[in-house]
């Protein structure tokens, strides 16, 4: 007998986890597919030799008492269970051009950060005012951002159709200012060139109020959600996918097959997965060459070549947590360019983590890959990679290391390797097309798959669809649920979730 849901979400990562609550809040019975042995996706830690490491999630930004993020936690029911730990200290989020050997501390909080900046460049003060007052009108229109507005459509505005890179250009020829302001691109994996200034800005915003890591990493949320589930109306099932859509009429999907062979039915199927992935289920008799061609142009952003290590003997004190961003050089369409051939970016991150009773001193470093770089060995697997591929990583990680221990020579003696992962492994555990670490890009004048689809039960979510990160991912589940809640019911539910 084909069991029947009102609901089945495709995909666990925050966009599918944020989006399934917020349908059995509302009293809908969801049933959840992961591709992956276990929920949450890149939000799942891993851990070696005991001490635990961050898979994809590392920081966000957004925590302010008024801030979108506070308060779908707080609609969701879990803003309790997710503890920021606020990167608030002297020097806890640098940046380094190494190239000049120029060193920017940017303090919390958008006049902090726009202080700063008018410290360290003192002829561009009117500059740097305008490109903030940019940031905020921007924001101000974005109604999304608002929950309590998100019944309401978001109009596009003029910044939605001008880059990042020609707004800066028209405001100063300061390389390094200009440097410093698109640094966040690397947040999201667009370079300045192609990222329209108003999703640049709906990105940064959160970021420049405030970074903070979250105690226990994304398992945090992990958790959270998964005892919120266990009083709803939801099933869940790991290592299963929809394979294909079924008894097809009027342009709505009757039932799904599974990949482990069941058959199910819905009223809706929404998918939070990459767009790519969706478009190999999709019954393409059922859609446009149009449709296809257009979903099948995203280009994925970059991945990240990734090492995972501990600091034997630190002070927890005083170790962290950091975020020291070390620039080659000022031009970020040059270090999210594959063809590039000069330095790499790379984040290191310090942390202090609890496990098992013990304390570690973690460091975590990243610096942006692209599949081309790793598409030669395409083919292989986790446990069958080729000599060659051996020898590269072997390269990338004595590279890393040593730029690590020339920002921190105290530890070159203590400091060591864990672990380390190119975007093939992302690939492989993450189920992750080339290993992509925010979807596809988000360029400037792309229609992104979003919301319904023409199978008229079919919707799509996820950080493809809005905008990449954390915030993003959640908002866009906020939103389609309107379309799957009626209006009225789910405006009260908001504005109840959110009263005082």
């Known amino acids: 007998m084909t069991k029947k849901y009102d609901h089945i979400v495709v995909g666990s990562g925050i966009s599918g986890l944020t989006l399934t609550l917020i349908l059995a809040m509302n009293g ?50 879990i803003l309790d269970r997710i503890k920021p730990i606020f990167l608030s200290a002297p020097g806890a989020n640098r940046f380094v051009f190494e190239q000049d050997g120029k060193v920017y501390d940017m303090p919390s909080g958008t006049d902090n950060f726009r202080a700063a900046l008018h410290s360290y460049f003192p002829g561009e003060s009117a500059v740097i005012d305008k490109y903030f007052k ?8 974005t109604v999304t951002f ?10 596009a505005i003029d910044e939605d159709f001008i880059s990042l890179e020609q707004v800066l250009d028209s405001l100063t020829g300061n390389a390094n200012l200009k440097g410093l302001l698109s640094a966040l691109c690397l947040c999201y994996g667009v370079p300045p060139k192609e990222i329209s200034f108003a999703n640049h800005a709906r990105v940064v915003v959160g970021l420049y ?19 919120r589930f266990e009083q709803s109306d939801i099933d869940i099932l790991c290592n299963t996918s929809v394979a294909e859509c ?32 969706i478009l190999k289920i999709l019954p393409r008799k059922h859609f446009s060459k149009a449709f296809v061609d257009r979903v099948s142009s995203f280009e994925n952003s970059n991945g990240f070549f990734s090492i995972f290590g501990v600091v034997q003997n630190a002070d927890p004190s005083t170790f962290g947590p950091s975020i020291v961003s070390l620039l080659p050089c000022s031009d970020l369409n040059a270090l999210l360019d594959p063809i590039y051939k000069g ?25 942006p890959e692209f599949f081309s770089n790793v598409s030669q060995w395409a083919d292989s697997s986790v446990g069958r990679r080729p000599a060659a591929y051996s020898e590269y990583k072997a390269c990338k990680v004595e590279e890393i290391s040593r730029r690590i221990c020339n920002l921190y020579p105290q530890y070159r003696k203590e400091f060591s390797i864990l672990d380390a992962a190119s975007v093939l ?12 670490a925010y979807g596809i890009k988000q360029k400037m004048g792309q229609f ?30 906020f939103i389609v649920a309107r379309s799957l809640i009626e209006k009225e019911k789910y405006s009260n539910f908001i504005e109840r979730r959110l009263s005082p």
């Open 134 to 141: 940019l940031v905020k009108k921007v924001c101000h229109a």
């Open 448 to 477: 992104n798959l979003f919301g319904k689809l023409p199978l008229v039960n079919i919707y799509v979510t996820g950080q493809s669809a809005v905008l990449p990160g954390i915030v993003g991912a959640m908002l866009s589940s």
């Open 246 to 277: 079924a008894d097809i009429k009027n342009n709505c999907v009757g039932e799904f097959v599974l990949d482990n062979g069941d058959v199910v039915a819905a009223d809706n199927c929404i998918f939070t997965i990459h767009p790519h992935e």
């Open 343 to 367: 330095g790499t970016a790379l984040a290191v991150i310090r942390s202090v983590e609890e496990a098992r009773s013990k304390t570690h001193c973690v460091i975590t470093a990243f610096e």
């Open 28 to 77: 809908r019975k969801v049933l959840l597919l992961e591709k992956a042995p276990h929920i949450g996706g890149s939000l799942k830690r891993f851990y070696k030799k005991g001490v635990p490491f961050d898979t994809g999630f590392h920081f966000t930004g957004g925590f302010s008492s008024d801030g979108v993020l506070n308060d779908m936690l707080n609609v969701l029911g």
């Open 146 to 155: 608002d929950l309590h507005k998100i019944m309401l459509s978001a109009n």
């Open 209 to 227: 109020e405030s970074i903070a890591r979250i105690e226990h990493g994304g398992e945090a949320f992990i958790h959270a959600f998964a005892d």
């Open 425 to 436: 492994t992302f690939r492989d555990y993450l189920f992750s097309p080339e290993g992509n």
